[in-house]
């Protein structure tokens, strides 16, 4: 009898310890953990800040976000919202015209970086919507992609100039919220990540939550 108890008392730590690797780990081997905007190396990553400058044919711009060249292409959307107030709604009124939202901000070389945020896509034409980040050295010189290809292979680049792992671009989600989630290591010469989302004419893509989040501070 005794001996059962203890053969019962090991089953239950072993599948306490699988459930507890399970929850550390989603399939893809990103550390899992709520995400929260206090971690958020992102300023206003929640898109809930928008600034209106009077007589600006433009309107709204995300705060703390550079939109230097909005050009009516990002507007502050109100309806399809994945949480909270608003979102951001990136939609190229012409060829010609990229429609992006787009922040820097430091980091520490060599450490995992956690990219996240969600995403629908209503309809898609043309180039369609996808991330287009930089790593750069000295916080104003990209790292060129003949650079980068000596950290990373093809896959593993379209984390950030993509639409996830070996994906080059966001598909049509069906009018339906995604969640963009992956982990990358920055190189160990980089000191900055620029996150930047890039929609082209022909698509609508709504963006909502963003995070940046360093794992290894």
Not at 136 to 165: E, M
Not at 180 to 189: M, R, V, W
Request: with cysteine.
């Amino acid at each position: 009898m005794r001996c059962f108890s203890i053969l019962f008392l090991i089953f239950i730590l072993c599948n306490s310890c699988e459930k507890e690797v399970a929850d550390i780990f989603n399939e893809d081997n990103t550390e899992k953990g709520e995400l929260t905007q206090l971690m958020n190396l992102l300023t206003n990553g929640n898109c809930e800040e928008w600034v209106f400058y009077a007589g600006d044919k433009d309107g709204d711009y995300l705060d703390g976000w550079s939109m230097e060249d909005n050009r009516n292409a990002v507007h502050k959307e109100q309806i399809e919202v994945y949480e909270g107030k608003y979102s951001a709604k990136l939609c190229s009124p012409r060829t010609g015209i990229t429609a992006f939202v787009s922040q820097r901000v430091d980091i520490a070389s060599g450490h995992r970086l956690r990219i996240a945020f969600h995403y629908r896509m209503d309809y898609q034409s043309g180039t369609g919507a996808r991330m287009y980040c930089y790593f750069r050295q000295g916080r104003t010189s990209n790292i060129p992609n003949k650079v980068l290809y000596t950290f990373y292979d093809d896959a593993t680049l379209n984390i950030i100039r993509g639409g996830g792992y070996g994906i080059n671009k966001f598909g049509d989600t069906n009018g339906e919220w995604k969640m963009f989630d992956y982990t990358i290591q920055a190189p160990a010469i980089a000191d900055c990540f620029v996150f930047e989302i890039h929609s082209y004419a022909g698509t609508v893509f709504y963006v909502d939550d963003c995070y940046v989040i360093d794992l290894d501070m």
